[in-house]
């Protein structure tokens, strides 16, 4: 954080606040300069924020009436389906809040790889954005599996046995997630225990995320710094505040669309039938935000082979930063990177597609050319594209344009 | 000078508007989160509870659950019944007849709870032959009416019906 040189008026308020900060604290949030051309890609800082807490505070209340059982796990969601007081409310808004939550993370983060928030003095922020981000695949796949349907069941069963491909350890890593040899009671109790105690990893990591930002201050869409605080920024409050506020308005409507009008849409109807050991779905599909990556791992006719390009798509992420180094940061400004960010973004959404399909044919080829154009745009584009693109000059100033009328 | 007046009372309007729509999103939200906490329908659906009391012998009483408490139903005696009839109600610190306790004199049907906080009282205990609570002492005579200890109130009666001879309907 900043220096701060925040005085409290009343006698009381200096008593405490040389006692602990919280005033200066309240007083360097509200003050905090914030570019003054922020765009609405911008509010999803505040929307996630909001994601975050509501499935918190709806998390808390679910564990109040689920039963972590093998044998009343299923049941119990039921119970409070239908007798819990509001349950069924509560339900559909923790389980389409998590598509919410990830459709949100998505934008954030295409934002930030347009804007070119990731790169220099903002590394740090990228890099814990990518383990909060590694935490809620987390975090949302075991929620996934508490239901205890068949597709939290074989949901389970597919994405641990993904250990099971490391060489040597593979068999008793998955033995040792399970807490026997299936998927069974005791990897439900512990899924439970985790998913109730990650979100308090990822609410750390947000405030140290915040924290990071509030050092260098926001990116803004032409992603040049701050050069006169007076001029180019305004204050967050009541600036941005209402701002995030009424971006939150907006999202809240779709959520709400979800929630009461098709809250079961986004999941998979073989959810609905309770957990079967013997039987496997005929086809089994993650939720609709982790397919990209379930495509990029049937792409390859390899155990380990896919399990390495899985997590390798995740972990690339993290290097961006040294693996773009163009010293402009806005695409607005890079004719070339602007151009990839939109093949990226139809990659991403193609092996999304595909993810969802059957492992055949067509679509086993496209999530193959998918697979290997995604690794070619961070390893080989952006590398090569980052030195021979000619930038476009930029303005002087965050006022500049306006001021000239460009 | 009527114009910027008339200009600010519209903004003024607007935003009490606005706060006042916002108290109440506010509140139909967070409504369901206090409510969840309630008794729940399958709760609720546990609401009677019939008991056959043919087998139950003078002097005796059960103990059944009802809505997860315990009700006493006791059989009495007639020595039992008379003298919970004839104690003089001036001595009572929580003054009942015992004909507004009971539907058959013979019958007893009281909620096991002790009117101070809340413990099981044991039967056929006491000073007054009734009840004791050994939490923290309260004596209750044979119609469940407080007489001595810390306890405010006599037992509770609960909603009942004789459904036929044998037969009471809790609740």
């Not at chain 1, 695949?137 to 597709?151: D, R």
């Not at chain 1, 140290?208 to 050092?215: D, K, P, Q, S």
């Not at chain 1, 609709?288 to 495509?295: D, E, K, M, N, V």
């Not at chain 2, 609720?44 to 009391?53: N, S």
């Amino acid at each position: 954080m900043s220096e701060h040189t925040y005085t409290p008026q009343s006698k009381f308020g200096k008593w405490f606040n040389d006692r602990l900060p919280l005033l200066s604290l309240a007083s360097h949030l509200t003050d905090y300069p914030t570019p003054k051309n922020l765009n609405y890609w911008w509010t999803f800082g505040g929307i996630l924020t909001f994601c975050l807490l509501s499935q918190m505070i709806t998390g808390l209340v679910l564990a109040m009436h689920y039963v972590a059982h093998a044998d009343m796990a299923f049941s119990s969601i039921e119970h409070i389906m239908r007798d819990v007081n509001y349950g069924w409310l509560i339900r559909y808004i923790h389980s389409n809040g998590a598509s919410m939550f990830f459709l949100a993370v998505y934008i954030h983060i295409f934002r930030s790889l347009f804007y070119g928030s990731y790169k220099s003095p903002r590394e740090i922020i990228w890099i814990l954005g990518m383990l909060i981000y590694l935490l809620m695949m987390a975090t949302a796949f075991m929620g996934y599996v508490l239901p205890w349907g068949q597709m939290s069941f074989w949901g389970a069963t597919v994405i641990t046995n993904l250990f099971s491909a490391i060489p040597l350890v593979g068999e008793s890593i998955t033995t040792w997630l399970w807490g026997g040899y299936a998927v069974d009671n005791p990897t439900l109790t512990r899924f439970f225990s985790l998913h109730y105690f990650f979100p308090f990893l990822i609410l750390g990591l947000v405030i140290l995320h915040i924290w990071a930002l509030h050092v260098p201050g926001n990116n803004n869409p032409i992603g040049i710094d701050v050069e006169k605080p007076s001029k180019d920024t305004v204050p967050f409050h009541p600036y941005i505040t209402i701002k995030d506020l009424f971006a939150l308005l907006i999202f809240l409507i779709i959520f709400s669309g979800f929630i009461f009008f098709a809250p079961n849409i986004l999941g998979h109807s073989d959810n609905y039938i309770e957990a079967n050991p013997l039987v496997t779905p005929k086809h089994i599909v993650p939720e609709w935000y982790l397919l990209p990556f379930y495509a990029i791992l049937r792409s390859v006719p390899d155990k380990l082979g896919g399990v390495v390009l899985l997590f390798g798509s995740i972990f690339i992420l993290m290097a961006l930063p040294w693996l773009d180094s163009s010293k402009v940061r806005s695409s607005i400004f890079r004719p070339l990177n602007r151009i990839f960010f939109w093949i990226l973004i139809v990659n991403v959404l193609a092996l999304g597609y595909v993810g969802a399909m059957p492992a055949e044919g067509l679509y086993l080829l496209i999530a193959r050319v998918g697979t290997a154009y995604y690794f070619a745009h961070f390893l080989i584009i952006l590398p090569v594209l980052s030195r021979i693109e000619k930038t476009q000059p930029l303005p002087l100033s965050i006022t500049d344009p306006v001021l000239t009328g460009k | 000078m009527e114009k910027s007046g008339k200009k600010s009372d519209r903004r003024d309007f607007l935003f009490t508007a606005t706060y006042t729509v916002g108290a109440v999103g506010i509140g139909a939200t967070i409504w369901p989160f206090i409510d969840q906490m309630n008794p729940d329908n399958s709760v609720k659906a546990l609401a009677t509870t019939e008991v056959d009391i043919s087998q139950i012998q003078p002097g005796k009483s059960i103990t059944v659950l009802w809505r997860g408490k315990p009700v006493f139903i006791k059989r009495r005696t007639e020595t039992e019944i008379s003298e919970a009839q004839s104690v003089n109600l001036e001595e009572l610190k929580h003054p009942e007849k015992d004909a507004d306790r009971v539907k058959k004199p013979e019958w007893l049907v009281m909620m096991g709870i002790c009117s101070h906080l809340g413990c099981v009282p044991l039967s056929d205990k006491g000073e007054y032959k009734g009840w004791f609570c050994p939490c923290h002492g309260s004596h209750y005579d044979t119609s469940g009416r407080i007489r001595k200890g810390p306890a405010p109130t006599n037992m509770e009666i609960p909603k009942y019906v004789f459904v036929d001879e044998n037969t009471i309907k809790i609740g």
